[in-house]
């Protein structure tokens, strides 16, 4: 199979992917009943009416973590080709790729240090 | 897949049909035959699920509907399409709606590049693991996206530890995932199979696969890591405001996911479809990979059912303290030693063509810092547990002195 078939095989399975669990919330759209009402269709809370805004801005700390992931994701994807290509490196290669892989480690104990990961 | 559906194409050419219609034909039946597997299995695996967890509670669980009960899931499923589906007015339509599709459809669309049988799959990409990452992060989106629109606040609150657990639990996954794939020196999820000929990937690196095991088992949000949907927290999490099929979208793609799951595991540290006689039909071959798969499966209801769920600090602290850390240093020792190794010329570079014995000193040596790095991290894990217990008793006996007086 030629690359642009492989393609065109995820694409097409791509399209289809939502088309699986949609097909069963359209029949149920057929059938299910509709009855709405003001307090049925009313935002879910304990026992009384919900207080205040809910989109609220995320804590700092999500964020925290969040960059700390995309540094890290970013970095291994560049890891991927290294890992690839290992078993047929050279020594240089094998040495670039570690070298890479201990700046990584240093960013995560520079975090560390700086409490970056304790769950505040 | 490939020669069905040039067969059928070149069938549907022949009988007249434009050769680009012909071509969309085949491919669309192509992946209906291969997204067969996954929604029909999904329909059993929620039979297994309750029966399982039933088992494990001392329960007897589904035995009404059908022999053992086997037709609950379509009883259920019925009930489901019946239900009235309540959208709360303050809900973000769209994205509220399209969540539980994006949620569904990622598990699936990871269906398209695993290899049931050597011969039998959808498609072989050359990036399969990496592919299988970027669609798996997709569910991590769309539960997010579903406690955001859902505007409610336990949905919120769900969404917020999907940001910090899901996405956290990503980084040991994909450097677990890094080992296989150096391994085998390729991305392809049937090479990587191939190049465990003669040994499985997971007697050459037992912690990464556990690394593996420990963070899918929390980015299918399951116990101990089920905090995204803490029943006795959040009430529901991030899926509270469903109901109806949508509702149903969200527990089939979490059931679907951990089978996956399961199914990738054998096939990235087990050798996939390889055991006796697998070279001698097809059928063998699938029969061994759904063996396999099913058993990782089993021990993940089995975790879930049996362990409490933890606290998030300790679980963000599990993740970046210590996974992430170790899956780093596997990843560092694994690859220097075998480097070393092939230097030597003691270790073959082309793992599909090396046979046990060819490997036997590779296993060795691998099993050896493997199990070097296990003592040590028990030894660490125990000391760190005592301290914390110490600790924690520390701060009590001012509050018991305080009780008795």
Same mark, same amino acid.
């Given at each position: 199979?030629?690359?642009?078939?492989?393609?065109?095989?995820?694409?097409?399975?791509?399209?289809?992917?939502?088309?699986?669990?949609?097909?069963?919330?359209?029949?149920?759209?057929?059938?299910?009943?509709?009855?709405?009402?003001?307090?049925?269709?009313?935002?879910?809370?304990?026992?009384?009416?919900?207080?205040?805004?809910?989109?609220?801005?995320?804590?700092?700390?999500?964020?925290?973590?969040?960059?700390?992931?995309?540094?890290?994701?970013?970095?291994?994807?560049?890891?991927?080709?290294?890992?690839?290509?290992?078993?047929?490196?050279?020594?240089?290669?094998?040495?670039?790729?570690?070298?890479?892989?201990?700046?990584?480690?240093?960013?995560?104990?520079?975090?560390?240090?700086?409490?970056?990961?304790?769950?505040? | 897949?490939?020669?069905?559906?040039?067969?059928?194409?070149?069938?549907?050419?022949?009988?007249? +049909?434009?050769? #680009?219609?012909?071509?969309?034909? *085949? @491919? =669309? %039946?192509?992946?209906?035959?291969?997204?067969?597997?996954? $929604?029909?299995?999904?329909?059993?695996?929620?039979?297994?699920?309750?029966?399982?967890?039933?088992?494990?509670?001392?329960?007897?669980?589904?035995?009404?509907?059908?022999?053992?009960?086997?037709?609950?899931?379509?009883?259920?499923?019925?009930?489901?399409?019946?239900?009235?589906?309540?959208?709360?007015?303050?809900?973000?339509?769209?994205?509220?709606?399209?969540?539980?599709?994006?949620?569904?459809?990622?598990?699936?669309?990871?269906?398209?590049?695993?290899?049931?049988?050597?011969?039998?799959?959808?498609?072989?990409?050359?990036?399969?693991?990496?592919?299988?990452?970027?669609?798996?992060?997709?569910?991590?989106?769309?539960?997010?996206?579903?406690?955001?629109?859902?505007?409610?606040?336990? +949905?919120?609150? #769900?969404?917020?530890?999907?940001? *910090? @657990? =899901? %996405?956290?639990?990503?980084?040991?996954?994909?450097?677990? $995932?890094?080992?296989?794939?150096?391994?085998?020196?390729?991305?392809?999820?049937?090479?990587?199979?191939?190049?465990?000929?003669?040994?499985?990937?997971?007697?050459?690196?037992?912690?990464?696969?556990?690394?593996?095991?420990?963070?899918?088992?929390?980015?299918?949000?399951?116990?101990?890591?089920?905090?995204?949907?803490?029943?006795?927290?959040?009430?529901?999490?991030?899926?509270?405001?469903?109901?109806?099929?949508?509702?149903?979208?969200?527990?089939?793609?979490?059931?679907?996911?951990?089978?996956?799951?399961?199914?990738?595991?054998?096939?990235?540290?087990?050798?996939?479809?390889?055991?006796?006689?697998?070279?001698?039909?097809?059928?063998?071959?699938?029969?061994?990979?759904?063996?396999?798969?099913?058993?990782?499966?089993?021990?993940?209801?089995? @975790?879930?059912?049996?362990?409490?769920?933890?606290?998030?600090?300790?679980?963000?602290?599990?993740?970046?303290?210590?996974?992430?850390?170790?899956?780093?240093?596997?990843?560092?020792?694994?690859?220097?030693?075998?480097?070393?190794?092939?230097?030597?010329?003691?270790?073959?570079?082309?793992?599909?063509?090396?046979?046990?014995?060819?490997?036997?000193?590779?296993?060795?040596?691998?099993?050896?810092?493997?199990?070097?790095?296990?003592?040590?991290?028990?030894?660490?894990?125990?000391?760190?547990?005592?301290?914390?217990?110490?600790?924690?008793?520390?701060?009590?006996?001012?509050?018991?002195?305080?009780?008795?007086?």
């Amino acid at each position: 199979m030629n690359v642009l078939n492989e393609w065109a095989f995820i694409g097409v399975f791509a399209v289809m992917a939502p088309v699986f669990p949609a097909l069963p919330i359209v029949i149920a759209w057929l059938f299910r009943p509709r009855k709405p009402n003001v307090l049925k269709s009313s935002t879910y809370e304990c026992g009384v009416e919900t207080i205040g805004d809910t989109w609220v801005q995320f804590r700092v700390q999500y964020y925290i973590y969040g960059l700390i992931f995309l540094v890290f994701d970013v970095e291994m994807v560049f890891l991927f080709p290294w890992a690839v290509a290992y078993n047929e490196m050279s020594l240089f290669g094998f040495v670039a790729g570690f070298l890479f892989i201990f700046l990584l480690t240093d960013a995560l104990f520079y975090a560390w240090k700086k409490n970056a990961l304790d769950w505040k | 897949m490939d020669e069905l559906c040039t067969g059928l194409c070149q069938i549907l050419v022949e009988s007249g +049909a434009d050769a #680009g219609l012909a071509q969309f034909l *085949s @491919l =669309l %039946v192509g992946v209906l035959l291969v997204s067969g597997i996954p $929604l029909v299995t999904v329909i059993v695996l929620i039979w297994v699920e309750r029966k399982v967890a039933a088992r494990i509670q001392d329960r007897i669980g589904p035995n009404r509907v059908g022999p053992v009960g086997l037709l609950q899931t379509i009883a259920d499923m019925i009930k489901l399409l019946s239900k009235e589906d309540i959208t709360p007015t303050a809900a973000d339509r769209v994205l509220y709606n399209a969540a539980p599709l994006v949620s569904f459809a990622s598990v699936v669309l990871i269906w398209a590049v695993i290899p049931f049988t050597p011969f039998h799959f959808g498609v072989d990409l050359e990036i399969g693991a990496l592919f299988f990452v970027a669609i798996a992060s997709f569910g991590t989106l769309a539960i997010m996206v579903a406690g955001w629109a859902s505007n409610n606040k336990y +949905a919120l609150l #769900g969404a917020f530890r999907v940001v *910090s @657990l =899901l %996405v956290s639990y990503e980084v040991p996954l994909v450097f677990a $995932l890094l080992v296989p794939v150096l391994l085998a020196g390729s991305m392809s999820l049937l090479d990587i199979v191939h190049a465990q000929t003669g040994m499985w990937f997971v007697v050459l690196s037992p912690l990464a696969f556990v690394i593996f095991y420990v963070s899918s088992q929390a980015e299918t949000g399951r116990a101990p890591f089920d905090l995204i949907e803490a029943e006795s927290e959040l009430v529901a999490g991030f899926n509270i405001e469903y109901s109806g099929m949508k509702f149903g979208m969200f527990f089939a793609a979490e059931f679907l996911h951990v089978f996956t799951n399961g199914i990738l595991m054998a096939l990235l540290f087990f050798g996939g479809w390889m055991g006796p006689l697998y070279y001698e039909s097809p059928l063998i071959a699938f029969a061994w990979l759904g063996a396999k798969g099913g058993l990782i499966y089993f021990t993940t209801l089995w @975790l879930r059912n049996t362990v409490p769920r933890l606290r998030i600090d300790q679980i963000m602290a599990f993740n970046w303290k210590f996974l992430v850390p170790l899956s780093i240093a596997n990843l560092i020792f694994i690859s220097l030693a075998l480097k070393v190794m092939q230097e030597l010329g003691a270790s073959p570079r082309n793992l599909a063509e090396a046979g046990f014995v060819e490997l036997l000193p590779t296993t060795v040596v691998l099993l050896v810092i493997n199990g070097a790095m296990t003592i040590y991290l028990l030894g660490l894990l125990r000391k760190r547990g005592q301290e914390a217990r110490r600790e924690s008793m520390a701060a009590r006996v001012p509050l018991a002195q305080a009780a008795a007086d």
